[in-house]
């Protein structure tokens, strides 16, 4: 059974940084691509970066240059290190399964984790 | 980038009624690219529908997509109680994904 679980988030200060971790089971992350999704309290769903099979990642212009998304293949983890945070990245962050090559969509999620920015 | 733009932001409907839910793309997308899930409060969001019209697995069938292009479409057709629920379009383009802002669907 495939299954994602996301750990790491919490109350962070501005400028701060925090690492999410994203562990799978039932299948391995070097297999497909994955991603992380941010929502924000209330409000819509939010890409935040993929990384893909050979390792290239991108990220929304929202995050670039203070996210980094990895992936452990031996623990079977993928990553995300937060950077000078700010109050709008307070939100759930999901990890998010890509469907596979050529398949544009994530077919399972995380139960996602709590990232609070405040002073 | 490709912005993605859902109507009506809310609808309110009976059991049973036929839900017509838009997106809207600024440019063409590849119909492959086009995806509905649906989110339940305080639920991870699920996969509904995939290449604009191809339901996920364990999908009931009163749920279809349709579309291309620029404009896009997901139907409910008996509405049952459970369907409470956001849903929300994404579109996948130059390696990136975005997604629209949702409609709310409210169960009378």
């Known amino acids: 059974e495939v299954q994602l679980v996301d750990s790491g988030g919490g109350l962070i200060q501005p400028g701060g940084s925090l690492r999410l971790s994203c562990a799978a089971s039932?299948?391995?992350?070097?297999?497909?691509?994955m991603n992380w999704v941010r929502q924000a309290p209330g409000k819509g769903l939010e890409w935040v970066s993929v990384?893909?099979?050979?390792?290239?990642?991108y990220y929304a212009d929202s995050v670039k240059g203070r996210f980094t998304i990895s992936r452990d293949n031996s623990q079977n983890t993928v990553d995300l290190q937060m950077n000078s945070l700010t109050a709008e990245d307070t939100a759930v962050y999901y990890c998010?399964?890509?469907?596979?090559?050529?398949?544009?969509?994530?077919?399972?999620w995380g139960q996602g984790t709590l990232v609070t920015v405040s002073s | 980038e490709i912005v993605l733009t859902q109507s009506p932001g809310t609808l309110s409907l009976s059991p049973g009624e036929r839900a017509t839910l838009s997106c809207r793309a600024s440019?063409?997308?590849?119909?492959?690219?086009l995806v509905w899930y649906q989110q339940k409060p305080g639920q991870a969001p699920r996969l509904l529908i995939y290449g604009a019209s191809s339901r996920a697995t364990g999908i009931p069938d009163r749920f279809s997509g349709s579309g291309s292009g620029t404009d896009f479409t997901l139907t409910i057709s008996r509405l049952e109680p459970e369907d409470s629920a956001v849903y929300y379009c994404?579109?996948?383009?130059?390696?990136?994904?975005?997604f629209g802002p949702g409609t709310k669907v409210d169960i009378k």
């Open positions: 994404q579109q996948y383009g130059s390696s990136r994904f975005t």
């Open positions: 990384i893909y099979l050979g390792g290239t990642t």
């Open positions: 440019q063409s997308v590849s119909s492959n690219y």
């Open positions: 998010a399964r890509g469907g596979g090559f050529g398949k544009y969509y994530f077919d399972y």
């Open positions: 039932g299948f391995s992350v070097s297999t497909t691509y």
